[in-house]
């Protein structure tokens, strides 16, 4: 299969050669024609799968199609969960569209409101933003959504764990019924279940096994390590077997934020995101690893969520994630498009179950190495926890039921929160204005 299979028309695939990009991906070839059909689409998809190209090559191309020269306004929006995505899947839109008539804008809360209103005033085609900030300008008339002929919500298990469900009814009110609605998520939590009866009609739904490629590229190891010893164990790794791009998830901000100062103790030149971070401070720890200019990246699992960094040598998991799923959020920033990568999880004793949930999630266990002098005395489940572990069935997001688990694996979630205070950047709430902003 190639791309021109998918019949895109020359001028993307002139983008393509240029991203050189040889083969299609599975989402690719599964979700491109299904665009093209029409009709709305429930696809499960990670970050890493090339889930972008799979629904901004199909738009692009039928936007082009249409075109009317010098005519820039809103035929399709893209939601995402935050601002990095924002830019990165817009940076999509115009490589890909590098060649086509058309505009893309990107909209995100914290970036500057009047330069966002300047440029949209020029027209755009396309518009990927936050909820937030979007409501904003629709308040201020700065846009009108009325021949929107597609609305993509990307990551969107994602948006709504951040709270947004709200804005994001908010905004399909100003939204012409007659669209195509594409929803793309990891997994498939029953708010998200609840959400696509609310947006999709019909949906059909496309689900590719990328957990099962990931696991196939993406080396999986276990270190069971004291709690105490951590933070050596983890510099040890790294300065030991000389990793020069890494990523390090931990659950909280604190602890991130104590995990990187010990890393920048032991000499490893370290950044961390999270929600306390300003959106500055953030872009650039971001670039300065994309850019080599540090070693190692530590992070919440917000912060990182759909963060492309091409080339990622290695991801260590600090700690078992607070929700499940998000370990292969995690371990999907490695092994991305193809390449191979390396997965570390350090596990402390009273981690123990909830390694077990992840266990369950993948379907098998994971590989434990032992290193002298990190090994904890006592490894195992206390008393009476198993109890509480129920044997359920593993079965795909979409409710079909597997022999194999997948990325879409259903888990329980320990604990679902708003998570990491992000909340509080995106949340460029001005709903309060509805439909007065309809032009
Ligand atoms: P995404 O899942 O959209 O975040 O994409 C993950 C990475 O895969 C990005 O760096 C894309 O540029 C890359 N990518 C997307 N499609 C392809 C393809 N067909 N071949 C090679 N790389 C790709």
Excluded: C, W
């Excluded at 979007?134 to 990551?155: N, P, Q, R, T």
């Amino acid at each position: 299969m190639t791309f021109s299979d998918l019949h895109l028309k020359p001028s993307l695939l002139k983008a393509l050669e240029k991203k050189a990009y040889t083969d299609p991906t599975p989402i690719q070839i599964e979700l491109i024609p299904a665009i093209f059909k029409g009709g709305d689409i429930l696809a499960g998809a990670q970050t890493g799968t090339g889930k972008t190209a799979a629904f901004a090559l199909p738009i692009l191309q039928d936007l082009s199609g249409k075109h009317q020269e010098g005519q820039h306004y809103p035929k399709a929006i893209v939601l995402v969960p935050t601002r990095e995505l924002a830019k990165q899947v817009h940076q999509s839109f115009v490589e890909y569209g590098a060649f086509l008539p058309l505009r893309s804008e990107v909209l995100y809360g914290g970036g500057n409101f009047k330069a966002q209103e300047n440029r949209l005033k020029k027209g755009a085609d396309i518009i990927v933003t936050t909820t937030g900030r979007l409501l904003e300008h629709i308040g201020k008339h700065h846009l009108d959504l009325s021949a929107v002929k597609f609305l993509v919500m990307d990551e969107a298990d994602t948006i709504l764990d951040m709270g947004f469900l709200k804005e994001v009814s908010q905004i399909l009110q100003y939204l012409p019924e007659k669209r195509q609605n594409i929803l793309i998520s990891a997994t498939l939590s029953t708010p998200l279940k609840n959400l696509s009866r609310q947006i999709l009609h019909k949906p059909k739904r496309i689900e590719v096994d990328s957990m099962g490629t990931a696991a196939s590229l993406v080396k999986q190891i276990v270190y069971p390590v004291e709690t105490e010893k951590k933070a050596e164990l983890l510099s040890y790794l790294i300065g030991s077997r000389n990793y020069t791009m890494v990523m390090v998830f931990v659950r909280k901000k604190a602890e991130a934020d104590m995990v990187a100062e010990e890393l920048k103790l032991s000499g490893l030149k370290t950044a961390v995101i999270h929600g306390d971070k300003s959106s500055g401070e953030r872009s650039r720890a971001l670039n300065d690893f994309k850019e080599g200019k540090i070693r190692v990246l530590v992070a919440t699992d917000i912060a990182a969520r759909g963060l492309d960094i091409p080339d990622m040598e290695v991801v260590f998991s600090y700690d078992i994630p607070h929700v499940t799923q998000d370990y292969i959020h995690r371990i999907g920033r490695t092994g991305r498009a193809g390449k191979s990568g390396l997965a570390i999880t350090l596990i402390s004793p009273g981690e123990m179950v909830a390694l077990r949930e992840v266990e369950r999630m993948l379907g098998r266990p994971l590989p434990q190495e032992k290193l002298e002098g990190y090994t904890p005395k006592v490894m195992g489940i206390q008393k009476g926890a198993r109890k509480s572990e129920k044997k359920k069935s593993i079965e795909g997001a979409f409710g079909n039921k597997k022999k194999k688990s997948t990325t879409f694996s259903k888990t329980k979630k320990r604990k679902t929160t708003k998570r990491d205070g992000f909340k509080v950047y995106d949340a460029d709430k001005s709903g309060k204005d509805k439909k007065k902003g309809r032009k």
